[in-house]
């Protein structure tokens, strides 16, 4: 692959990738491909984004500690829904949302909980990945959770790129 900025060829590595773009902090893709560049241009593949993104979606709903702004955000965005349609959703004022999303304010207890059950119905997660919630996280949300690094292996994830039957 050649670099769009300055025609090189660029060289191929297998990374394990800080997926910044996610809009969250703590998100590592493993085996990911990256092309880098003499330049310091890179281009990366990340396969089945959109799966990946609802993978990631998952994860949050089940950290064991209190969910921060920025997971707050990527869930309304992962839903696809602006900050005045999920405030209303979940019946809190714009600004109370806005508060939480820039860690501004603390979410409560019920708060918390309210916006992994909304994200989840909302998404229409299948069942076994509800179960999950209930049975095993639900009941630990705390304040105390550690910040932890969510590292996903993108490999599992690339049969859903392939075309049904091919
Ligand atoms: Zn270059």
Not at 89 to 116: A, H, P, Y
Not at 117 to 143: C, D, Q, R, W
């Amino acid at each position: 692959m050649k670099c769009f900025q300055c025609n090189s060829e660029m060289k191929n590595t297998v990374e394990t990738y800080h997926y910044k773009e996610s809009g969250l902090e703590n998100v590592y893709l493993e085996n990911i491909d990256v092309y880098r560049c003499t330049c310091g241009e890179y281009y990366v593949s990340i396969p089945a984004v959109t799966e990946l993104n609802t993978l990631i979606a998952i994860n949050i709903i089940n950290k064991k500690a209190f969910l921060t702004g920025s997971e707050i955000r990527y869930l309304r965005k992962n839903a696809g829904l602006s900050a005045t349609d999920f405030a209303e959703f979940i019946g809190v004022n714009k600004s109370t949302l806005s508060r939480w999303e820039n860690d501004k304010q603390t979410l409560d207890k019920s708060s918390d909980r309210m916006i992994r059950l909304f994200y989840l119905s909302f998404k229409g997660i299948p069942k076994e990945k509800m179960a999950t919630f209930f049975n095993e996280v639900i009941k630990k949300i705390s304040h105390n959770g550690r910040v932890i690094n969510i590292n996903i292996p993108v490999d599992p994830l690339v049969p859903a790129l392939q075309p049904n039957g091919c």
